[in-house]
């Protein structure tokens, strides 16, 4: 495990060689569109971050009261399904005491308002983009249907409108929206295009957590806020800035009773570490994709960007008038550890618990496809030696397929002098299951459903998932943000059922090293070193059915129909 120094190393980029992302994403590229083969229009300039002259907003803690995200109420309802409008644009907020700051939000909301989802029940979002550049929106956790995944090049253009469904076809789960634009989606999170999606189920609502005004969502996140109120985009170690809900360093009112916090780390880039400072153990109860079986009693909650968790604290330990802050133990030295003060102001009748057993796991499949991914870090972040490319299958698969991945950081282990971080792998469309690091099983609050994973420096994490429920184009990545934005990210296609076949339409692509499982029976197959592109591939395979061949054609020629109008800056 990572002691706390390796925690403050793994909160920046540090180092020289690894200041390139950076330097390349923010200082010479206006409005945070970079020159791409890809070619996007440009936007116009943003306030370039000048250097001896920045002088940071005064950290003042406790200065706001916390808000809640404002809950969104649909436009309209049918018997199945929840519509939305939401309109991304800049607006001007109070982030430090004093200060305006202008942000990109949704619905005029940083973090952007909280979405409640119910499981079966569809949610339809009608986004349209009032920014100056491209957005992507996906729902973080999501099983989505690859058209309203939020692929980086289903871009909403500036002045477009998108629509997007969930059919909520997954358990109860505290997810997040947030834009993945390709290539910009670090910046549009980090200036503000994030928020929160709390999908319940009937079996997580009939539990006796505390729930209603006593289940809040807790958006934390870094920043860099200027002394006349600027946000700057820059490296980590440079935001000093914690900001919950919105606002730096906040205090909330809570009553002596039991509390269920959803904890996201929405920063873009940093891993935080949260306590109560007075070390007062409390109960984690979910991780991202649900409940977990049973509680699992921690003092300490350490989230990498993106990932999320659900705890169970009892402010009923404290005295009414009293305060307890909860503190970033993985600050930096130069930073202030306070994140939030808990201000316990009432009494109340508390009649939740935290049951025993939360939830029956899905037993973890048996897998009859291993495939490795080695993450790389100089002298750029990759995946497999390679950056993401659209046009590229990495990884090539079906419905059902179950697989194992080992994913290695290729970083040293702790070399005296050589700077190491941590990875965060993260997988659309479905929830995985962490098997253990360097072969060692992983505690309970990390055995759940998961589907964002910490890499830490030299270690093999493998993580176990069936490919479902739908097929289509998808994308795997690590979620710093700043590592995907420069291409640590792959794609996999995922065939309807049914195509497997020994043809080479659906033997391994070349993004990832797979190998048959030898308890299959399967032959071993070695994976196509070839860069080649897989576009004709992609419609002249065969398939075990007709029915299968079409479907896939039809898909792919709608992917390149809509590749085809991104180009051409039309799309809507
Ligand atoms: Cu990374």
């Given at each position: 495990?990572?002691?706390?120094?390796?925690?403050?190393?793994?909160?920046?980029?540090?180092?020289?060689?690894?200041?390139?992302?950076?330097?390349?994403?923010?200082?010479?590229?206006?409005?945070?569109?970079?020159?791409?083969?890809?070619?996007?229009?440009?936007?116009?300039?943003?306030?370039?971050?000048?250097?001896?002259?920045r002088?940071?907003a005064?950290?003042?803690?406790?200065?706001?009261?916390?808000?809640?995200?404002?809950?969104?109420?649909?436009?309209?309802?049918?018997?199945?399904?929840?519509?939305?409008?939401?309109?991304?644009?800049?607006?001007?907020?109070?982030?430090?005491?004093?200060?305006?700051?202008?942000?990109?939000?949704?619905?005029?909301?940083?973090?952007?308002?909280?979405?409640r989802?119910?499981?079966?029940?569809?949610?339809?979002?009608?986004?349209?983009?009032?920014?100056?550049?491209?957005?992507?929106?996906?729902l973080?956790?999501?099983?989505?249907?690859?058209?309203?995944?939020?692929?980086?090049?289903?871009?909403?253009?500036?002045?477009?409108?998108?629509?997007?469904?969930?059919?909520?076809?997954?358990?109860?789960?505290?997810?997040?929206?947030?834009?993945?634009?390709?290539?910009?989606?670090?910046?549009?999170?980090?200036?503000?295009?994030?928020?929160?999606?709390?999908?319940?189920?009937?079996?997580?609502?009939?539990?006796?957590?505390?729930?209603?005004?006593?289940?809040?969502?807790?958006?934390?996140?870094?920043?860099?806020?200027?002394?006349?109120?600027r946000?700057?985009?820059?490296?980590?170690?440079?935001?000093?800035?914690?900001?919950?809900?919105g606002?730096?360093?906040?205090?909330?009112?809570?009553?002596?009773?039991?509390?269920?916090?959803?904890v996201?780390?929405?920063?873009?880039?940093?891993?935080?570490?949260?306590?109560?400072a007075?070390?007062?153990?409390?109960?984690?109860?979910?991780?991202d994709?649900?409940?977990?079986?049973?509680?699992?009693?921690?003092?300490?909650?350490?989230?990498?960007?993106?990932?999320?968790?659900?705890?169970?604290?009892?402010?009923?330990?404290?005295?009414?008038?009293?305060?307890?802050?909860?503190?970033?133990?993985?600050?930096?030295?130069?930073?202030?550890?306070?994140?939030?003060?808990?201000?316990?102001?009432?009494?109340?009748?508390?009649?939740?618990?935290?049951?025993?057993?939360?939830?029956?796991?899905?037993?973890?499949?048996?897998?009859?496809?291993?495939?490795?991914?080695?993450?790389?870090?100089?002298?750029?972040?990759?995946?497999?030696?390679?950056?993401?490319?659209p046009?590229?299958?990495?990884?090539?698969?079906?419905?059902?397929?179950?697989e194992?991945?080992?994913?290695?950081?290729?970083?040293?282990?702790k070399?005296?002098?050589?700077f190491?971080?941590?990875?965060?792998?993260?997988?659309?469309?479905?929830?995985?299951?962490?098997?253990?690091?360097?072969?060692?099983?992983?505690?309970?609050?990390?055995?759940?459903?998961?589907?964002?994973?910490?890499?830490?420096?030299?270690?093999?994490?493998?993580?176990?998932?069936?490919?479902?429920?739908?097929?289509?184009?998808?994308v795997?990545?690590?979620?710093?943000?700043?590592?995907?934005?420069?291409?640590?990210?792959?794609?996999?296609?995922?065939?309807?059922?049914?195509?497997?076949?020994?043809?080479?339409?659906?033997?391994?692509?070349?993004?990832?090293?797979?190998?048959?499982?030898?308890?299959?029976?399967?032959?071993?197959?070695?994976?196509?070193?070839?860069?080649?592109?897989?576009?004709?591939?992609?419609?002249?395979?065969?398939?075990?059915?007709?029915?299968?061949?079409?479907?896939?054609?039809?898909?792919?020629?709608?992917?390149?129909?809509?590749?085809?109008?991104?180009?051409?800056?039309?799309?809507?």
């Amino acid at each position: 495990m990572l002691n706390r120094r390796d925690l403050l190393k793994a909160a920046t980029i540090g180092g020289p060689a690894a200041l390139l992302p950076w330097d390349r994403t923010w200082d010479r590229a206006p409005g945070g569109v970079r020159a791409s083969s890809l070619t996007l229009p440009a936007a116009p300039a943003a306030p370039a971050a000048s250097g001896p002259e920045r002088s940071t907003a005064r950290i003042a803690p406790f200065e706001h009261a916390m808000p809640l995200p404002p809950v969104l109420s649909p436009a309209s309802r049918t018997d199945t399904s929840d519509l939305y409008q939401l309109r991304m644009a800049e607006t001007q907020v109070e982030i430090v005491k004093g200060l305006q700051t202008t942000v990109r939000t949704y619905g005029g909301c940083f973090p952007g308002p909280t979405i409640r989802a119910v499981m079966g029940r569809e949610v339809v979002i009608h986004q349209t983009n009032d920014l100056s550049v491209h957005t992507s929106v996906h729902l973080h956790g999501g099983q989505v249907q690859s058209q309203y995944d939020g692929l980086p090049m289903d871009l909403i253009a500036p002045g477009a409108t998108r629509e997007y469904r969930y059919l909520n076809e997954q358990v109860a789960a505290s997810l997040w929206y947030h834009d993945h634009a390709h290539e910009l989606e670090a910046e549009n999170v980090y200036r503000g295009l994030a928020g929160a999606y709390l999908l319940s189920d009937p079996h997580e609502s009939g539990l006796p957590l505390p729930n209603g005004e006593f289940d809040i969502p807790l958006l934390i996140r870094d920043a860099r806020i200027e002394a006349d109120g600027r946000l700057i985009y820059t490296d980590p170690y440079e935001c000093p800035h914690m900001l919950v809900n919105g606002k730096e360093r906040p205090f909330f009112e809570v009553a002596a009773r039991r509390y269920r916090l959803r904890v996201f780390n929405v920063s873009p880039n940093r891993h935080i570490s949260v306590r109560l400072a007075d070390g007062t153990p409390f109960h984690q109860i979910a991780s991202d994709g649900g409940l977990l079986a049973g509680p699992v009693e921690l003092n300490e909650l350490t989230l990498a960007g993106a990932e999320r968790a659900e705890i169970v604290v009892d402010f009923a330990r404290y005295p009414v008038g009293t305060s307890i802050v909860l503190e970033n133990t993985a600050a930096l030295e130069s930073e202030r550890s306070e994140v939030l003060r808990f201000d316990i102001t009432r009494a109340a009748e508390d009649q939740s618990r935290v049951p025993d057993v939360l939830a029956t796991l899905p037993p973890i499949p048996e897998a009859t496809v291993h495939r490795e991914f080695d993450l790389t870090t100089f002298p750029d972040t990759r995946i497999n030696g390679r950056k993401y490319d659209p046009n590229r299958t990495d990884v090539r698969t079906t419905l059902g397929s179950s697989e194992i991945w080992t994913i290695r950081n290729h970083l040293t282990r702790k070399p005296a002098g050589v700077f190491h971080a941590p990875h965060s792998f993260h997988t659309h469309l479905v929830r995985f299951r962490v098997l253990d690091r360097d072969g060692v099983p992983v505690g309970p609050a990390e055995a759940g459903l998961k589907d964002t994973v910490t890499i830490h420096p030299g270690e093999a994490v493998r993580i176990a998932m069936t490919w479902g429920a739908y097929p289509g184009e998808y994308v795997y990545h690590c979620h710093h943000m700043v590592h995907s934005s420069h291409g640590q990210m792959g794609r996999i296609d995922v065939l309807p059922a049914g195509s497997e076949d020994n043809s080479s339409d659906s033997s391994p692509s070349s993004g990832a090293k797979e190998s048959e499982a030898k308890e299959s029976g399967a032959k071993e197959s070695q994976a196509k070193e070839s860069g080649a592109k897989e576009s004709g591939a992609r419609t002249s395979g065969s398939s075990a059915s007709g029915a299968g061949r079409r479907r896939r054609r039809h898909r792919f020629h709608h992917h390149a129909r809509r590749r085809h109008h991104h180009r051409g800056r039309k799309h809507r």
